[in-house]
């Protein structure tokens, strides 16, 4: 148990569906991440949140949407996913003293939710 | 632009001592984590390297040589429960910090 909660841990999904991860993560931290990890490629950050803020969009397609209601609550909204999507989606909380982001420090990391996507 | 590289695959004997090498071309280098994680689960943490030099933590080490971008994580007496995927990640720091995955490199200890 890292303190970082996912769900739900599997999800398979149309095309046209519409479905919305969550991260919950008890552990005080500041800073919370969605990182998407495909097989044999190297985790990939996808959206940064400080203080509940987003820090950081790495060019992630729209069709990802994140929201972060409070410090504690990270989500990931989908929407039209294609079948590349397909990956596991991790959320990640660290504490970023400075405020500058994006993990300057150790993250801890929930489960991961196994998308699919048909 | 920012590289890291480790090896895929590796196979090693329960109670050997196995060495997982990591390199690196990156600008504005703030330090590197070593992460473990199992099939199906979440990383986990095991070590993070800003100075040169040896980190040993029990059974795992993390080596770091910032001039030579490199860097090595030595695990001794393995064990069965050892088998899992072991990333190297390297922050840079630019604006922010940023920290960049490696794409793993999967361990797998056979009796």
């Known amino acids: 148990e890292t303190g970082v909660t996912q769900t739900p841990r599997h999800l398979v999904m149309g095309m046209t569906n519409k479905k919305s991860l969550k991260c919950e993560q008890h552990?005080?931290?500041?800073?919370m991440y969605w990182y998407k990890q495909s097989a044999k490629k190297p985790l990939e950050l996808m959206f940064v949140?400080?203080?509940?803020?987003?820090?950081e969009n790495n060019s992630v397609p729209s069709r990802f949407s994140p929201e972060c209601p409070n410090s504690s609550h990270l989500f990931l909204h989908l929407h039209t996913l294609q079948p590349e999507d397909s990956a596991l989606y991790l959320c990640?909380?660290?504490?970023?003293?400075?405020?500058?982001?994006?993990?300057?420090?150790?993250?801890?990391f929930g489960q991961g939710t196994r998308l699919t996507v048909v | 632009g920012q590289n890291i590289d480790q090896p895929t695959e590796m196979t090693a004997t329960e109670g050997a001592i196995v060495q997982i090498n990591c390199t690196y071309q990156?600008?504005?280098?703030?330090?590197l984590f070593w992460y473990q994680q199992h099939a199906g689960e979440a990383p986990t943490f095991l070590s993070y390297?800003?100075?040169?030099g040896l980190e040993e933590k029990g059974r795992f080490s993390s080596f770091l040589s910032r001039s030579k971008g490199y860097s090595y994580l030595l695990l001794k007496e393995l064990q069965m429960k050892d088998s899992a995927s072991y990333l190297c990640?390297?922050?840079?720091?630019?604006?922010?910090?940023?920290?960049?995955f490696g794409a793993g490199t999967r361990l797998f200890v056979k009796a």
């Open positions: 552990l005080g931290h500041n800073a």
């Open positions: 990640a390297v922050v840079i720091r630019g604006g922010g910090f940023k920290t960049i």
């Open positions: 990640a909380s660290s504490q970023d003293e400075r405020g500058l982001g994006n993990l300057g420090t150790e993250a801890f």
């Open positions: 390297n800003v100075l040169d």
């Open positions: 949140y400080n203080f509940k803020e987003q820090t």
């Open positions: 990156t600008s504005g280098f703030n330090g």
